[in-house]
């Protein structure tokens, strides 16, 4: 670990200078799934509201023991129990009578709509495992994943783990390189993809990236068969020995298929995480604890009520894409066991036009809406007037996951998206944590605007200092998990010692899960994360956080988007460097160039303190960001201390550097 962070020393600063508080609105808290009761259950006695918890699912076979720990960290969770993670998605709301409920109201990016009924659903998924079984995919073997946002990704999901095969969904936006990677690393055995997705109005090829893949692994390749959907009709190149059409495969196969009970602990899932440095990281889910740990947050953090649409249910709608963890615990599995219509989504926020997204929720009515702060601070950047042309009534709670929402971003989203009735949930939680772990409960917490507030039920976290002792109220440090958790990740795919290198070495002695996360107690006890610690600056020997000063940065009336580093500085350790991006119309304000940024850096410095003022600020049109939308602050930091710039590889547009770069001055 290179943090060499010292996040017992505080800079005595307050996390934010936002004083309102937010009440749960009277109607929600008092029909709410979750009561404050659930913190006092749960803390009697974890494994055994664990246990109750258990029963949102059916299980062909009942659990001996809720949690065995005598191999930690090697965690096994539903001891005994068995159980099919598809059945619990899908067949057994159609035998309880909800067939005809929509599961899923498709919207194409080209504007085609499709609404899938549960009663579809389970027709299509078993169609699919029946042609998995057909390609020779057994138990146990892996299939690969690598599509867009269409309903046939949650059904190939749906297929392996109907048949217990694992599978691992590489996002779309990944090249051939990454996807290879990931592909020689599991062995899958099956490849299911599609000819292309459409993006930003045009079709954006999928199949040829796969064919590249498996001719980079030539001889090495484990893949035996691939499926490839049709979407969008363009050419695509066939091999008769391995290529197969999923309309020729899946669409002629029978509806019918049993599905088979796995062990609790069966691999349900490897997702692959971006690492920061090196190999990526296989990230292991298995199937009883972590449809349970998703099922229960799901239920408890978005207070879902599921029903058809006479009942009046929720409309729930998670704007993330399949490809990441997001996607995996809060489209496909806890949403699908609890039964929920939602809506998916192929295409980008601004296609065909910035309005899309609110098009869409006036369309379908939806009730719960799950996206992440940096989509918030585009919206935002784009202009109020573009939500409030769409009738936004129907909603009723937000939620943000991510990063941390700044306290600007989340009175924008109360606000504006809101209409100041929905109560916002910030969910802190990992591709490792398989489900959230830090949030308020909408029906009981007083929200606080950028803060994550507590663990939630059953679930164990502190913030420590680095000898593993808890901080003060008040006081920062790093954040960690003091107690295994059901979703939790198993091991990493084959490299058991990382998994213990990585997540439980640094706090050992004490048992601890260390999320890599710095955060700080409020004098109220209430969690704020810091950003990552290795984004954490130290200044003079004092500790900053990037995302505190991005957070006064965006404060600021002009800001839409600020990216802070810490740049190497001979005197004080580190400096602080900040890029942001103006908002629409913000260039030709009262002042600009050099007279801005004297007046930006007097902001921050109001706001936090003289010693978290940048030492420069540079205004730029884009920041780097990953395909997920994380800020790429390594790039920037290159930039800021005069480097050449490193791998942009995994950028979202790797053009964006040059604009940057361009605009930076000689050296400070
Ligand atoms: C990291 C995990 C959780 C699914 C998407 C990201 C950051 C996540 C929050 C939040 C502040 C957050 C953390 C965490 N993060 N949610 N609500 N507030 N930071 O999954 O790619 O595994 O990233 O994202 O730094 O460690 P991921």
Redesign the pocket.
């Known amino acids: 670990m290179s943090t060499g962070a010292n996040l017992a020393e505080d800079t005595g600063s307050s996390t934010s200078s936002e004083k309102r508080r937010f009440e749960p609105p009277a109607d929600l808290a008092a029909e709410a799934n979750v009561t404050a009761e659930a913190y006092d259950r749960a803390a009697d006695d974890r494994l055994g509201f664990w246990a109750e918890q258990a029963e949102r699912l059916t299980w062909a076979e009942p659990f001996t023991e809720v949690l065995d720990w005598t191999d930690a960290p090697f965690a096994k969770w539903y001891v005994g129990g068995r159980l099919n993670a598809a059945y619990n998605c899908v067949d057994r709301h159609v035998e309880a009578g909800r067939g005809d409920q929509v599961a899923f109201h498709f919207v194409g990016e080209p504007g085609d709509t499709r609404d899938i009924t549960y009663a579809d659903l389970k027709d299509e998924v078993s169609r699919a495992a029946n042609a998995l079984l057909d390609l020779g995919v057994r138990t146990g073997d892996m299939v690969a994943i690598y599509l867009p946002m269409i309903p046939e990704a949650v059904v190939s999901m749906l297929a392996c783990a109907r048949i217990g095969a694992t599978h691992t969904v590489v996002f779309g936006g990944f090249s051939a390189e990454a996807l290879a990677s990931r592909i020689e690393d599991c062995r899958a055995k099956v490849v299911i993809t599609a000819d292309g997705g459409y993006r930003r109005g045009a079709p954006s090829a999928l199949k040829p990236t796969v064919d590249d893949a498996i001719g980079k692994l030539g001889g090495n390749s484990p893949v035996d068969h691939v499926l490839t959907v049709r979407r969008t009709g363009e050419y695509v190149s066939f091999d008769d020995a391995t290529d197969v059409w999923w309309h020729d495969v899946v669409d002629g196969a029978s509806p019918e298929h049993s599905p088979e009970a796995f062990d609790a602990e069966h691999p349900l899932y490897v997702m692959y ?2 690492g920061t440095t090196g190999k990526p990281k296989g990230i292991l889910h298995t199937t009883g604890g972590y449809l349970v740990g998703a099922a229960y947050t799901h239920h408890a953090v978005f207070d879902l009520k599921p029903g058809s649409a006479e009942e009046k249910g929720d409309v729930y709608w998670c704007t ?1 894409d399949i490809g ?3 996607g995996h615990s809060y489209i496909v599995y806890g949403p699908l066991a609890n039964g929920v219509t939602q809506v998916l989504y192929e295409g980008t926020p601004d296609s065909p036009h910035q309005g899309r997204w609110w098009e869409i929720v006036e369309r379908y009515g939806v009730t719960l809406l799950y996206t992440a702060p940096t989509a918030i601070r585009t919206f935002m950047k784009w202009g109020r007037e573009i939500p409030d042309r769409y009738d936004l009534s129907s909603l009723r709670l937000l939620g ?6 700044n306290p600007e971003a989340y009175l924008w989203y109360r606000n504006v998206i809101g209409g100041d009735r929905c109560p916002v949930v ?8 398989g489900q959230m772990m ?1 949030s308020p409960l909408p029906g009981v917490t007083v929200g606080k605007p950028g803060s ?1 507030m507590r663990a939630l039920p059953g679930v164990g976290v502190d913030v420590v200092d680095e000898n593993g002792d808890p901080v003060p109220n008040g006081s920062s440090g790093y954040l960690v998990l003091t107690q295994p958790w059901p979703a939790m990740l198993r091991t990493l795919w084959g490299d058991k010692d990382r998994f213990v290198e990585t997540y439980w070495a640094r706090f050992e002695k004490q048992g601890y899960y260390f ?3 710095g955060a700080k107690k409020d004098e109220d006890g209430d969690i704020w ?1 810091l ?2 610690v290795d984004d954490v600056m130290n200044v003079s020997g004092h500790r900053l956080s990037t995302s505190e000063i991005e957070s006064a940065l965006v404060s600021h009336p002009r800001v839409a988007e600020a990216a802070v580093v810490g740049a190497t500085d001979e005197t004080t350790g580190q400096a602080v460097v900040a890029y942001v991006i103006l908002r629409a119309g913000a260039e030709d304000g009262a002042s600009s160039g050099d007279a801005l940024v004297q007046e930006l850096r007097s902001h921050v410095a109001k706001g936090i303190g003289a010693i978290a003022k940048p030492r420069k600020i540079t205004i730029v049109p884009e920041l780097p960001k990953t395909r ?1 939308g ?1 800020i790429m602050r390594r790039l920037l930091r290159d930039v800021a201390e005069n480097r050449a710039v490193g791998d942009t590889t995994t950028l979202s547009d790797p053009t964006i550097m040059a604009l940057i770069t361009d605009r930076g001055d000689p050296a400070a």
């Open positions: 995480s971006s993330a990441w963890v997001t943000s996951v991510g990063e941390p929402i910030d969910t802190w939680w990992q591709t490792e944590t830090i994550a999320a890599g996360d994360i950003g990552r997920s994380k």
